[in-house]
């Protein structure tokens, strides 16, 4: 079995989960308002081409291109990059 550590991305696609189990109230805030909160801090640096669909025990998002590195400005937001994965299987 391979392991992948760090996400994977490309010009073509790519997606990652967060997972909901050991995140505060305060962080679901904060990934379900992330765009808003990320165009306040970036300005006209901030572009998203990120989809977000949430359910019952994840944050799923998933883009068609090479887009802003959500994933690392999300940590840099205080969501813990232990509650993140490429794929549900990983959680």
């Known amino acids: 079995m391979k392991i992948r550590t760090g996400f994977v ?12 189990e050991g995140l505060t109230s305060s962080q679901e805030d904060i990934v379900r308002n992330y765009e808003p909160i990320l165009q306040a801090i970036l300005g006209k640096e901030y572009d998203n081409g990120w989809n977000m669909f949430e359910q019952e025990d994840c944050f799923r998002f998933s883009t068609y291109m090479d887009n802003l590195n959500l994933q690392s400005r999300l940590i840099d937001l205080g969501i813990p990059s232990g509650n993140m994965s490429e794929e549900e299987e990983d959680w």
Do not use: E, L, M, P
């Open 9 to 20: 991305s490309n010009s073509s696609s790519a997606s990652f989960v967060i997972v909901k």
